[in-house]
């Protein structure tokens, strides 16, 4: 699997892995290891960069890179607020834009997000920004210079795998820059299905950190992902509506 480069930085992984839904910090760290994971995005608003021995300690020992979330923002100015927070708190201008609408769905407000995106490219981050399904959207995402762009599956916790493939495939192809589904993976198969659509990264939390074995789930995740980007580009064979025999039909002995 060839590596991936977002705004110029260089990563093996196409897993990037949520600190969210952990039973302890055990399982956790032996999720991250099996994911094989480089990034793992982290909730500024319910970590605490100061406190020893906390998450981001054992980030730090396990060499991974943490990418700060604007996770619990439902307006532009809370997700600005928040990313300038974390810009002081952790030295990194990059940052995943979350602003969601309302906390049953927790789907993104295109509004507030666009604002945001704005906002924050024009004071130097590294946006990537959670947002939904939308090809228009996405497009306004990348226009203002976004440097990824990250439709989801499905809500987020869901687990209910990709619910518009078709726009999800859109996406990929009018996209100059790297697409990451994020949110609604429920298991391998989901990811494996959304790097055969194009994406370029696979994104996920819940489906990893709520499973009844989180270490053997993320195994099972980076599996998924590499194999859905090598048959993404091995080219699969037509669909047909009528059979067609695998073996040639010339040269064959009459009975």
């Known amino acids: 699997m060839e590596p991936i480069t977002i705004a110029g930085r260089r990563f093996e992984s196409r897993l990037i892995l949520g600190t969210g839904g952990a039973a302890n910090r055990t399982h956790l760290e032996q999720a991250i290891s099996a994911s094989g ?26 060499g991974v890179s943490v990418l700060p979330n604007t996770a619990g923002c439902y307006t532009a100015e809370q997700a600005v607020r928040t990313a300038r927070l974390a810009r002081e708190a952790l030295e990194t201008d990059w940052v995943k834009l979350e602003v969601v609408s309302d906390p049953d769905t927790l789907l993104p407000d295109p509004v507030e997000l666009l604002q945001a995106a704005e906002e924050l490219v024009a004071e130097g981050f590294t ?13 306004r995402l990348e226009e203002v210079g976004c440097a ?34 994020d949110a ?3 298991t391998a198969s989901d990811a494996a299905q959304a790097m055969e659509l194009g994406c370029s990264a696979v994104l996920l939390a819940t ?15 980076r599996a998924a992902v590499e194999a ?25 002995a009459e009975l």
């Open 148 to 181: 990824a762009v990250m439709p989801l599956a499905a809500p987020i916790g869901t687990g209910l795998g990709i619910r518009n493939p078709h726009n999800l495939r859109l996406i990929c192809e009018r996209s100059a820059v790297p697409v990451i589904c």
């Open 207 to 221: 489906a990893v950190t709520r499973a009844e074995n989180p270490e053997l789930m993320a195994h099972a995740m």
């Open 37 to 62: 994971a480089e990034m793992v995005t982290v909730a500024l608003r319910r970590t605490d960069p100061s406190s020893p021995g906390g998450l981001l300690e054992s980030l730090e020992k396990l």
């Open 228 to 252: 859905g980007w090598a048959a993404a580009h091995a080219g699969r064979i037509p669909k047909r509506f009528l059979a067609q025999a695998s073996s040639p039909v010339e040269g064959v």
């Open 184 to 186: 609604g993976i429920g």
């Open 127 to 139: 946006v990537l920004p959670y947002t939904n399904d939308d090809p228009v959207i996405a497009q």
